[in-house]
């Protein structure tokens, strides 16, 4: 009787063997008695799928060594963040003194004209005396040569560099960039570029940086080609705000949200009067349900035997 358990065991064990090592070559043989397009089409398949898998691997690995070079900026609490905020128009006046007097040596603002100040933080004689202190180049005139004449509302704000050579050459091969939209061009938004102009610091021990370069964890790779702009009373403002290097960046943001989105104000106040509309619609599209279904709903189905 053991020796008949032994070989009925060994038997078993044979056979596991067998179809494991017979599946694979099951597969083979499946594989093999293809036909030579279908061959090609299941190969086609596999190799897209390993390249796929290879370069969203190499995606995921480019992106999380980026996120450990850079420091994100903080979320700040602006005012004009909630559902129902205006921006303040009194911070989009004095970031645009902060604007003109520090940023605009080097940064343009080439999709904001005098005109668009009208009504939003200047009145239309202030905005034109701002336009007249600027000499804009014109022509040509009865003699073929441009000139010079003073600038007007339908002027826009003029270029600190005549092109993209000459600002490079004024700063060391960087470019800065034009501020017409950059708090919706960049990640973060006023909340990245209030962290990038307050902070400003001494490199971390074992980095050494080149000449012309400033070290700031919040821009990416942390060297920098513009050195700290504002500093406490920078700027004297004309309404008399005490003009700390924070309250500096923070009007100065909120003027260029602005800039990036003129239409801030107008857009919660449309989507506000929709909401009120369509609260109004939903009570009567309700009523006018129940008054047309109540019908169908509150009837009595009887059925007749045969």
Known sequence: MAALRNGVT??????RV?????????NMSAFANLSRGRKLILSALGAITAGGVGVISALEMSVK????????APTHPWDHKGMFSALDHRSIRRGFQVYKQVCAACHSMDYLA?????GV???EAEARLLAEDVQIEDGPNDEGEMFQRPGKLSDYFPKPYPNEEAARAANNGA???????I????HGGEDYIFSLLTGYCDPPAGIEMREGLYYNPYFPGGAIGMAQQLYDGAVEYDDGTHASMSQMAKDVCVFLRWAAEPEHDQRKRMGLKAIMIFSLLIGFSYYLKRHKWTVL????LAYRPQ
Do not use: M, W
């Open 65 to 72: 060594a980026q996120e450990e070079l850079e420091l994100h």
């Open 18 to 26: 067998h179809s494991v090592i017979g599946a694979p070559r099951a």
């Open 121 to 123: 933080c200047f009145s």
């Open 114 to 118: 005098f005109r668009n100040l009208v």
């Open 175 to 181: 470019l800065p960039p034009d501020l017409s939209y």
């Open 297 to 300: 709903k509150s009837r009595k």
């Open 183 to 186: 708090t919706a061009a960049r």
């Open 10 to 15: 060994q038997c078993r064990t044979l056979l």
